[in-house]
């Protein structure tokens, strides 16, 4: 369980990106976190992960307090960041550092031949395609068995047919342990693929606008008329949070501090 | 296509390698060669008398002379020696307070000013004091080229440790690494590509400074053969000790990169031969 308890947060340059962010998620929940261009979608996922501190709230994960980087959350950026100086399969086994060597070896090569890279073991990262290096940064996030998986536009750097292709290849992992996901990003068509809920986000400062929840069954047609309709009421809900700048039918609770700082 | 072509022109390339080990050092070996030859011809026809430039046969019997009499031996181990003493400490002093300037800014801010006002300072100006505080013996030279080692090691590790990725270093702390893991597992692998580079030139600043500190007054060393041939006349063992000196940085430059390119062989880089 991943509780998501008023998360604000203000930049020491007085820009105020997060506002009032409260979610709860339960285990084996996917939600996808959509929104224009610097409507905090990023800060958020970094407050969640304990990279970054909130100004306000708080991150509970199964009711304890995330602080600081957690055992139990894992994350994948944009960037596949790979250790250059690590083979593929040292890569994989960066986060199984205090487990034996010969337990680490085992889980890595099973973790990559879960991933389908089992021949690009002793590659190095350089050897990589973008699609090859976000799937072995998969995996290396995965084979400590986190409960809460961020993904911060995953996806985003790679062409058409290898995202729909990893994003498959992301739901077929995920069914191993179902781990939470929490995935932001750009791509309508990405969150209706993946997602049970879909939070369209509104800029400045950034705060929930709708949430869309879906029961598409899986595994998703993406031609078919139901993916297309979930698909519409995003597009619709971010149109609209984007035509009118954060004003009068708030619905949200609102900091007046916040409000105060971006009038 | 690209199919086709691909096994084709690795096995091309391949070829061009294997070629390429044997043609390249002949290339670089070239131009010394025939600047070698021509001048030996020009004493030999006696266009030219060669007593101040000593034609290579010349050099050679110098070094020969010097070898038999054991006397090369000697004064090569004294200056091999002396750098490698200087380089040891001028590279662990560079490393420790660079790593520690450019991982802690307070540490920085600190110190770092005064050692670039030091650094200002030509090192050699130090010869009189070194010699007034030391002594006139080994330690005077020894703490002159662990000066001259430690200003590019110094410099390059702060560099490299304050270029680190954030984003490497953001998925060090996303696995909960420690302080300690931080550095060993990041923070050094990460820096090592150009600690290498600053170690090379801190290498190159030692033979530099190895003849500076001989030259303030030793009995043995390729600096003091270098005085000797001078206060003697004897040109050819001036340029036998030159060789020497030339052939000896080389060959310990080609060490520091062997011992440490298995370490960079993850180095993406643009043009992977060798320098």
Known sequence: MLEIQGIGKTYPNGVRALDGITLDVKPGEIVAIVGGSGCGKSTLLRAISGLDTPSQGRVLIDGEQVTQPHEKIGMIFQEPRLLPWLTVADNVGFGLEHRPRRERDRLAAAALVRVGLADKAKAWPRELSGGQAQRVAIARALVPQPEVLLLDEPFSALDAFTRADLQDHLLDLWADLRPILILVTHDVDEAVVLADRIMVMRPQPGRIYEEIASDLPRPRDRQSAAFDFVKRRVLAALDRSLAKPATVDDTQTTSSEGAALWW | ?275
């Open chain 2, 1 to 275: 296509m690209t199919a086709t072509a691909g096994p084709a022109t690795a096995e091309q390339k391949h070829r061009k390698l294997a070629l390429g080990r044997f043609t390249r050092p002949a290339l670089g070996i070239l131009l010394p060669l025939a600047l070698a030859a021509g001048w030996e011809a020009v004493v030999h026809f006696h266009l030219a008398n060669g007593r101040l430039v000593p034609p290579p046969s010349v050099v050679y019997a110098t070094f020969a002379e010097l070898a038999d009499a054991g006397e090369l031996q000697r004064h090569t181990l004294a200056t091999l020696a002396r750098v490698a003493a200087g380089f040891g400490f001028g590279v662990v002093a560079g490393t420790l307070l660079g790593a520690l300037a450019g991982y802690s800014t307070l540490a920085r801010r600190l110190f770092d000013p005064s050692l670039q006002g030091l650094r200002a300072v030509p090192s050699i100006a130090w010869i009189p004091l070194f010699i007034l505080w030391l002594g006139i013996f080994e330690t005077s030279k020894v703490v002159l080229i662990a000066v001259g080692v430690f200003f590019p090691v110094y410099l390059g590790v702060v560099g490299a440790v304050r270029s680190v990725d954030r984003k490497i270093v953001e998925v060090g702390r996303l696995f909960r690494l420690s302080g300690v893991g931080m550095v060993r597992r990041i923070l050094l692998p990460a820096v090592l590509p150009t600690y290498v580079i600053a170690l090379r030139s801190g290498l190159g600043l030692g033979w530099m400074f190895v003849i500076a500190a001989e030259f303030m007054g030793a009995s043995e060393g390729l600096g003091f053969l270098l005085i000797d041939g001078q206060q003697l006349g004897k040109p050819a063992e001036i340029v036998a000790a030159i060789v020497a000196f030339a052939v000896l940085g080389k060959i310990t430059d080609w060490i520091l990169v062997g011992v440490t390119t298995p370490f960079l062989r993850w180095e993406d880089r643009a043009r992977s031969e060798e320098s």
